[in-house]
């Protein structure tokens, strides 16, 4: 197999327990590909010329404690590089250096999110599901299964302004991710009766009797065929295909327990001004319920973001 493009491991300095190498290191024995690990700090303190000494003899801390991190990994055979840098945001930090290294998957630990972080868009990991172009992969505390278990979300009508490559991404990323470390790779899809019923609603100016079980039944068929079409090209069987009825978060939630799923693979566009503020998109919507990880895909084309 030939050698794939690097994974970059973001690793948390003040952690003691990193599944986001553990995860790394599992996806680079298979594969195989160079992993590099990565320590991006700041303080301000630290930060101006009178402070070089100190700022140095961090860096260097860091860099050693990377070292021994490392040094287990290449013993088995694995190449691994390490980084640190002295910089800020992180999430800038991240999509800089993910661009410097042209890494193909950047691996991060994640954790649970206050309402507040989630929206004024402080946190690391919204910031880079917007703007990292690598696929990213958010690592839950949790080891993987013996026959690892991806679900494709996808969304082949477009309902939440996803462009129609990004499906066909998210699908070649889970097979290719299946590929790698074995297992299955099912399919989901949720449409959601009531938000047409308001939309329907919404468009006449008179009260009107919506046949409700008409229209579900006609909402299930277009949306069943679109996924079946969908799966189709991709090899997909229909006993790993679901297309649910409700919302998409709860539906994700209730399948991903159900199957006890290692990863959602999901796609993300990136989005500005006050909708995106806002609104978010499904992936952060269901990043800190999930009890497995998240794997973002971004569109073809898609185009690094920096916030400064």
Request: contains cysteine; charged residues 25%; glycine residues 6%.
């Amino acid at each position: 197999m030939a050698e794939q493009k690097p994974v970059l491991v973001v690793v948390d300095p003040t952690a003691s327990f990193h599944p986001s190498i553990e995860r790394a290191v599992w996806y680079a024995r298979h594969a195989p590909a160079p992993i590099e690990l990565f320590i991006s700090d700041y303080a301000p303190q630290l930060a101006g010329a009178g402070a070089s000494d100190a700022r140095e003899a961090a860096i260097e801390r860091h860099r050693s404690r990377l070292e021994q991190l490392a040094t287990p990994l290449r013993s088995e055979g694995l190449a691994v590089e390490t980084d640190v840098r002295f910089d800020y945001p992180l999430h800038d930090s991240v999509v800089r250096k993910a661009s410097d290294v042209g890494a193909g998957l950047v691996v991060k630990d994640t954790h649970y999110h206050s309402i507040l972080k989630r929206s004024i868009f402080s946190n690391t990991d919204w910031s880079l599901i917007r703007n990292c172009a690598a696929t990213l992969w958010l690592v839950k505390p949790r080891p993987p299964g013996l026959r690892p278990c991806f679900v494709a979300a996808v969304d082949p009508l477009h309902e939440r302004d996803k462009p129609a490559t990004l499906d066909n991404a998210i699908l070649t990323a889970a097979h290719s991710l299946r590929d790698v470390l074995g297992g299955e790779v099912h399919v989901f899809h949720a449409f959601d009766v009531t938000t047409a019923i308001a939309v329907a609603s919404d468009s006449v100016t008179m009260p009107i009797a919506l046949p409700i079980d008409e229209l579900a039944a006609a909402m299930r068929a277009e949306h069943t065929q679109a996924v079946e079409r969908l799966c189709k090209r991709h090899g997909v069987t229909p006993d790993r295909v679901h297309v649910v009825q409700g919302g998409t978060r709860q539906s994700l939630l209730n399948l991903t327990d159900q199957l006890r799923a290692d990863a959602v693979v999901m796609g993300a566009v990136s989005r500005s001004g006050l909708k995106g503020l806002f609104l978010g998109n499904t992936a952060e919507d269901v990043l800190d319920r999930l009890h497995c990880d998240l794997v973002i895909v971004k569109p073809e084309g898609f185009k690094a973001v920096l916030s400064g």
